[in-house]
């Protein structure tokens, strides 16, 4: 209890930027002495600061705490492309959140080799990196890649290799996942209702991301999303494709939002494949449609979020 005590206070925290005890009391509801004893020994860790105090009223006066943006930091980094062609993007971000350094590399030499050395490269620049977070084009299952459009690292265990070779807190998951937790975050914060995201690549793979009730959607073998897989779609134009995906989702999640992306697609085509999909659907049904011109952003905030969540988690509940 006094574990889950912490995190909440540290997430109402990192929400508000910065709060006394009776502000982080009111949000949490937990005791103001219990958020004061919290939040003393977050910031003897180091985990939080303290950045001024409120005017006093006659009394002592209040400290307001922070989260420590120098606590740590966190590589985010994925792979995008296939065997032709593929990309590394990746950014550092403090303990808040807060943008540090980003950029990209094409793949120079396609082997698992050289993907480690450029981790080993970054990790050298930003020695306070803590936790990696790590996304790819396919089928990730507990750390290991399933399938990927990238086959080097078919059947790699690659969350236990990094974890082994660099000593840090690794996650690792399929970029729909990661995608969608982003756009979620970034334009749909707080939405109960399932919100998806359908990626449509240069490759003939298209993906798509779940969240629904505030949770990314696995499903029981982590095959969720994978919409190339649906009958039907071999030979369809692509305003035709989406137009199916949309009303397979709608029949099956009933979204409120879905995010598009990809290459060949733009704004332009939304009304169309809306009026595709209302040809089945009453109108009622269809979501709102939403185009993303690119999925980087979205992309490199879901690993981010994600990946802290889970590493201040596995801080605290490891033992």
């Known amino acids: 209890m006094k574990k889950n005590n912490v995190v909440m206070v540290s997430d109402v925290l990192k929400a508000l930027g910065s709060a006394t005890k009776a502000e982080v009391a009111l949000q949490t509801g937990l005791s103001v002495a219990t958020c004061g004893t919290v939040l003393n020994a977050l ?42 062609a593929a990309t590394l993007v990746w950014s550092v971000s403090s303990a808040t959140g807060d943008l540090l350094a980003q950029g990209e590399k094409a793949f120079q030499a396609q082997t698992l080799e050289w993907f480690y050395q450029q981790v080993d490269e970054i990790l050298q620049a930003y020695p306070n990196v803590q936790a990696l977070g790590v996304g790819l084009p396919g089928v990730v299952a507990e750390g290991v890649v399933l399938s990927c459009d990238i086959s080097l690292f078919t059947d790699v265990p690659i969350m236990r290799q990094l974890q082994e070779r660099f000593g840090l807190y690794v996650q690792t998951d399929n970029d729909m996942n990661y995608i969608a937790w982003g756009f979620y975050r970034s334009s749909c914060a707080g939405v109960t209702a399932p919100v998806a995201y359908i990626h449509k690549p240069a490759v003939p793979c298209t993906g798509c991301g779940i969240v629904v009730n505030g949770q990314v959607l696995q499903g029981a073998s982590y095959f969720a999303g994978e919409v190339s897989n649906l009958p039907g779609l071999a030979g369809q134009s692509l305003v035709d494709e989406m137009a199916t995906i949309v009303v397979s989702l709608v029949a099956i999640i009933n979204p409120v939002t879905i995010a598009l992306t990809g290459p060949n697609l733009n704004d332009t085509l939304l009304p169309e494949i809306a ?14 449609l939403i185009y993303r011109p690119s999925a980087r952003q979205d992309y490199l905030q879901g690993i981010a979020e994600l990946t802290s969540q889970e590493f201040i988690r596995q801080r605290l509940f490891s033992d």
């Open 43 to 84: 910031h003897h860790s180091g985990e939080a600061i303290v950045i001024e105090a409120e005017p006093s009223r006659g009394g002592r006066p209040a400290l307001r705490y922070a989260c420590n943006p120098d606590y740590f930091s966190l590589l985010s980094l994925y792979a995008e492309g296939d065997d032709h």
């Open 275 to 288: 009026r595709r999909c209302a040809g089945t659907l009453p109108l009622r049904h269809i979501p709102r």
